[in-house]
């Protein structure tokens, strides 16, 4: 670069070496620039500051499933459009979209194994709509959920979300109810239900089944709550605590039971299903 060269002479064009902007991350968190295998390799956890990127669905799998133990439910499940709703633009558009980044829906769910314990899991995916709960995301949860009663296997939920899908209107409420009475059927079941929450997880979903695990897990520093800081303050007309509804603050105020770091989640799962064993398999 320029300003290590003695001579400070700027580079000529020909001299210069262009370096793709796949190759590098900033974090949010300190502003280093890191680079993205490295990232990869620390589960996009920022190793100068801890501060815990953003990562996909399927990435969510590849941590806490056993390599080649997923299997996928209803992948071929898609949103219709129920209301025809328009706004700056149509439903089917931002659906259109969200699939052409190789998704077909904010959730996807399956069954496989964690250390070798059998468990069906659902993961939300925020980059599809936000992770917005419609009807596909709550039939979705909802089967997996029966799926679990089926095998008799622990249930994990990975959520990501910024609430319900105001495009889908009633029915998107409706997955409320729908998720959280299937949830019921497993807590009667005495099978383990774990949730985890990671950044973001408000409105609708932070109202039904995201807050409804045995044991509630949070990434460090996941905004976590119905409405929004600002939305609270402009309603409130109050300044907010410093790190109000963060992971860490919720935790002191009792909201979730631990917040853990990616690296560590998928052993601190495992330490719950093991201690929980006597009780799903009885």
Not at 110 to 136: K, Q, Y
Not at 137 to 149: M, N
Request: hydrophobic share 40%; net charge negative; charged share 25%.
């Amino acid at each position: 670069m320029a300003w290590f060269r003695k001579d400070k002479k700027p580079l000529k064009a020909e001299d210069r070496r262009e370096v793709s902007t796949d190759v590098f991350d900033k974090c949010q968190g300190c502003g280093d620039i890191l680079y993205r295998e490295r990232l990869a390799h620390n589960l996009n956890v920022c190793p100068n500051c801890g501060y815990h990127l953003r990562i996909g669905a399927r990435n969510y799998v590849r941590i806490l499933l056993d390599e080649d133990s997923f299997t996928e439910f209803d992948e071929n499940l898609k949103a219709t459009d129920p209301l025809g709703f328009v706004d700056l633009k149509d439903y089917p558009t931002r659906i259109a979209a969200a699939e052409a980044k190789g998704k077909n829906e904010a959730l996807i769910s399956g069954a496989g194994t964690l250390n070798g314990i059998e468990i069906t899991i659902a993961v939300m995916d925020f980059d599809f709509i936000g992770g917005s709960m419609g009807s596909v995301v709550g039939e979705k949860i909802a089967r997996a959920g029966l799926a679990a009663l089926d095998a008799s296997t622990p249930f994990v939920i990975v959520s990501a979300s910024g609430g319900a899908r105001m495009q889908e209107g009633i029915y998107s409420l409706m997955q409320m109810a729908k998720t959280s009475t299937v949830l019921a059927r497993i807590h009667e079941k005495a099978l383990p239900f774990i949730s985890v929450l990671t950044h973001p997880t408000t409105g609708g979903v932070t109202a039904s089944y995201a807050m409804l695990g045995d044991v509630n897990l949070a990434e460090p520093g996941a905004l976590i709550g119905f409405a929004g800081p600002r939305v609270i303050e402009e309603t409130i007309k109050q300044e907010l605590p410093k790190g109000f509804q963060r992971s860490e603050f919720v935790q002191e105020h009792g909201m979730v039971d631990l917040v853990v770091d990616r690296r560590e989640l998928k052993s601190v799962i495992e330490k719950l299903l093991r201690h929980q064993h006597a009780g799903w398999s009885d």
